[in-house]
């Protein structure tokens, strides 16, 4: 059978049967055959056809996507559970934060303490905040003191698309992968030039304003991408008793770039250059202490940058190497009242060089990665500086119906010596519809510079330089049905992770004392009807501490055991419409299970109108209830707000 071109359904189906129809109706084929030919045969001849075609059209349709594997797979070929946030998605976000948008995925919660700018961050499956990875461009980002990524500090305007791994991946990305992947493609440019810019405003005083240029021939291609933010914000913390309470508005403003050129003078051969920078500073409510001991307004300057260029080359048509340099830094100062400014700097040098070649069956991937963290800190680190080496090798195909992917990595950190992981998964294919995989991967979190070295302060013990890696062990089991537009999976998971440290009174010296255990279940839906959209995520999340301390057998703090992400939407000439609904059950803000968080549900509504073929008004409502709710103890969220803007987007 012929491919069929790249087009939708309907017009594919029209052009198939122009190949059978002349002008006037009349079948095209020889006078004898046609008196032959019976309306059974031609109607079953069309509906073959048509169906071929359809499923040529879902298949073009199956998103490509390269965090599960480090290698470009189809959805459909997938041993993993894989999530991808468009560009679309991100539209329709509005003002809404980057953890947020994140926590709407299945298997994803999140806590912030405060508003924009403040600190945040995501667990996924349950896993810990600092027990998951953030890429940009596929080069890591994060801080090497706190272990975790700056989440508020990454901008919406700049992201292309992000794509989110479930499950242990240190096989594939080295420390710190218990939970899962989370990795964010900036802008690219194709096609002829296009200009695009939006701008907004919203509750609390919220401007928010980005341009861009971006376009691209087969030799070259670029975007280059600005944006800015501002927010009066609202007061951080909600607890009148509390220490740090002050009555003010807590802001945050952030300015942004981003850029990528890339040249192919062959085919084959492409050299390339990308950059991320993100500079924004936050208020929130402190205190020092000192002679009055009264709560007053702290600020945060951080800068996130991320840097690198690369070299990708058919050195044969079954081997391609590509080559990466990159840069990523996290400059963190906090202006703390009395205190000196307090400075904690992270600089991450990375060398990858990655080989994809392919085999008669499947294709192996062969790297080596280097990387060189530094720390610069007002704070008197013993060790400001490590150095990790790494070898990874992996194997992924298909074998008829069935789906195969293994990889094995070993670090060598010059801090704790060499590390071993790897993984093994197998799917079948039951059906055109239906197919299931089940894997078993291993995987670690590397100490951090403040668990291993801070200094010894306040009568307090300060670092412990002979920690181990946290460890962890994951099993899981899915099965995934896709027709047409629609697609449902249901996983299940058992995570358990070893060696968690844990930090003891009196004197909180961190020491691997810790377990948990990490199990649960996800069930999705996604589909259109015709103008309508629906989608449903639920999950069921079981945190436990197994530890032998006081705490064993309590919910890990700040985890759901149940959480729903929902959503309706609908096309109606011009307009877009879309409605979202979030439930989330109590927490615990401690391990004792002592303070409890309440559940909350929130309802959020979105619409866009197309002014003309380029231009598009758009409002966002969020939390249209006013529901008073919160992720962390004493630390407030936004009430109902709305933001409006318009948006220039060629097609």
């Given at each position: 059978m012929p491919a069929f071109p790249s087009c939708p359904s309907a017009l594919l189906v029209r052009r198939l049967a122009g190949t059978l129809v002349g002008k006037r109706g009349n079948f095209i084929m020889h006078p004898n055959t046609r008196r032959a030919a019976g309306a059974a045969t031609f109607t079953a001849t069309v509906a073959a056809l048509v169906s071929t075609a359809l499923h040529a059209a879902d298949t073009q349709l199956d998103p490509i996507v390269v965090t599960a594997t480090r290698q470009a797979t189809r959805t459909n070929e997938l041993t993993s559970d894989v999530s991808v946030i468009t560009r679309e998605e991100i539209d329709q976000a509005g003002e809404t934060t980057l953890a947020q948008l994140l926590a709407r995925q299945p298997g994803i919660q999140y806590v912030a303490n405060g508003g924009a700018g403040s600190n945040s961050g995501v667990f996924i499956r349950g896993a810990n905040t600092n027990q998951s990875i953030v890429l940009i461009d596929g080069q890591r980002i994060g801080s090497a003191t706190s272990g975790s990524a700056a989440l508020s500090r990454i901008p919406l305007d700049q992201i292309e698309r992000i794509e989110i791994l479930r499950g242990p991946a240190s096989s594939l990305y080295g420390a710190d992968a218990i939970g899962g992947v989370i990795q964010i493609f900036t802008r690219r440019g194709e096609g002829p030039v296009r200009v695009n810019a939006s701008t907004g405003y919203g509750s609390y005083h919220t401007t928010d304003t980005s341009v861009g240029i971006a376009g691209g021939t087969e030799l070259l291609s670029y975007s280059v991408q600005a944006a800015y933010t501002n927010t009066d914000g609202?007061?951080?913390?909600?607890?009148?008793?509390?220490?740090?309470?002050?009555?003010?508005?807590?802001?945050?403003?952030?300015?942004?770039?981003?850029?990528?050129?890339?040249?192919?003078?062959?085919?084959?051969?492409?050299?390339?250059?990308?950059?991320?920078?993100?500079?924004?500073?936050?208020?929130?409510?402190?205190?020092?202490?000192?002679?009055?001991?009264?709560?007053?307004?702290?600020?945060?300057?951080?800068?996130?940058?991320?840097?690198?260029?690369?070299?990708?080359?058919?050195?044969?048509?079954?081997?391609?190497?590509?080559?990466?340099?990159?840069?990523?830094?996290?400059?963190?100062?906090?202006?703390?009242?009395?205190?000196?400014?307090?400075?904690?700097?992270?600089?991450?040098?990375?060398?990858?060089?990655?080989?994809?070649?392919?085999?008669?069956?499947?294709?192996?991937?062969?790297?080596?990665?280097?990387?060189?963290?530094?720390?610069?800190?007002?704070?008197?680190?013993?060790?400001?500086?490590?150095?990790?080496?790494?070898?990874?090798?992996?194997?992924?195909?298909?074998?008829?119906?069935?789906?195969?992917?293994?990889?094995?990595?070993?670090?060598?950190?010059?801090?704790?010596?060499?590390?071993?992981?790897?993984?093994?998964?197998?799917?079948?294919?039951?059906?055109?519809?239906?197919?299931?995989?089940?894997?078993?991967?291993?995987?670690?979190?590397?100490?951090?510079?403040?668990?291993?070295?801070?200094?010894?302060?306040?009568?307090?013990?300060?670092?412990?330089?002979?920690?181990?890696?946290?460890?962890?062990?994951?099993?899981?089991?899915?099965?995934?049905?896709?027709?047409?537009?629609?697609?449902?999976?249901?996983?299940?998971?058992?995570?358990?992770?070893?060696?968690?440290?844990?930090?003891?009174?009196?004197?909180?010296?961190?020491?691997?004392?810790?377990?948990?255990?990490?199990?649960?279940?996800?069930?999705?839906?996604?589909?259109?009807?015709?103008?309508?959209?629906?989608?449903?995520?639920?999950?069921?999340?079981?945190?436990?501490?197994?530890?032998?301390?006081?705490?064993?057998?309590?919910?890990?703090?700040?985890?759901?055991?149940?959480?729903?992400s929902s959503y309706l939407s609908r096309s109606l000439g011009n307009w877009d419409l879309r409605g979202e609904w979030q439930l989330l059950g109590n927490r615990y803000e401690d391990p004792a299970n002592r303070v409890r968080l309440g559940g909350y549900g929130l309802v959020n509504l979105y619409a866009d109108y197309r002014l003309q073929r380029d231009w598009v008004l758009f409002a966002r409502a969020n939390n249209i209830f006013d529901k008073d709710y919160e992720t962390a103890d004493n630390y407030a969220t936004a009430g109902a707000n709305v933001f409006v803007g318009v948006r220039y987007a060629p097609k």
């Open positions: 609202f007061n951080a913390i909600n607890n009148k008793k509390s220490l740090f309470y002050n009555r003010d508005r807590d802001g945050y403003y952030n300015r942004n770039l981003s850029a990528s050129f890339a040249v192919r003078p062959a085919k084959g051969q492409e050299l390339g250059v990308n950059l991320l920078l993100s500079k924004g500073t936050n208020q929130y409510d402190g205190n020092d202490f000192g002679t009055l001991g009264a709560a007053q307004p702290f600020s945060n300057d951080q800068n996130v940058g991320n840097y690198s260029i690369y070299s990708r080359n058919r050195l044969h048509q079954a081997w391609t190497s590509t080559l990466r340099l990159g840069r990523s830094t996290d400059d963190s100062k906090d202006y703390i009242g009395n205190f000196r400014d307090s400075v904690f700097n992270t600089t991450m040098d990375l060398v990858s060089w990655q080989h994809d070649i392919k085999l008669p069956v499947g294709e192996a991937l062969l790297a080596y990665e280097y990387n060189r963290q530094k720390v610069s800190s007002t704070t008197d680190y013993t060790v400001t500086e490590r150095t990790i080496n790494s070898w990874l090798a992996g194997w992924n195909g298909n074998l008829d119906q069935h789906r195969l992917q293994f990889n094995l990595r070993h670090d060598d950190n010059s801090q704790f010596g060499g590390k071993s992981t790897g993984s093994a998964a197998y799917g079948y294919q039951f059906t055109p519809q239906w197919r299931a995989h089940i894997s078993y991967g291993t995987a670690f979190r590397a100490p951090t510079f403040n668990e291993l070295y801070f200094p010894a302060l306040f009568g307090f013990a300060g670092g412990n330089p002979d920690l181990k890696p946290e460890t962890a062990k994951n099993t899981e089991a899915g099965v995934n049905w896709e027709q047409g537009s629609h697609r449902a999976s249901a996983v299940v998971y058992h995570n358990q992770v070893t060696d968690l440290i844990e930090f003891r009174p009196p004197t909180f010296t961190p020491v691997n004392v810790s377990k948990a255990l990490l199990r649960g279940a996800t069930l999705t839906y996604d589909g259109r009807f015709s103008e309508w959209g629906a989608g449903v995520a639920l999950d069921f999340l079981d945190p436990r501490n197994e530890g032998n301390g006081p705490n064993k057998g309590n919910r890990l703090a700040r985890r759901a055991e149940q959480q729903m």
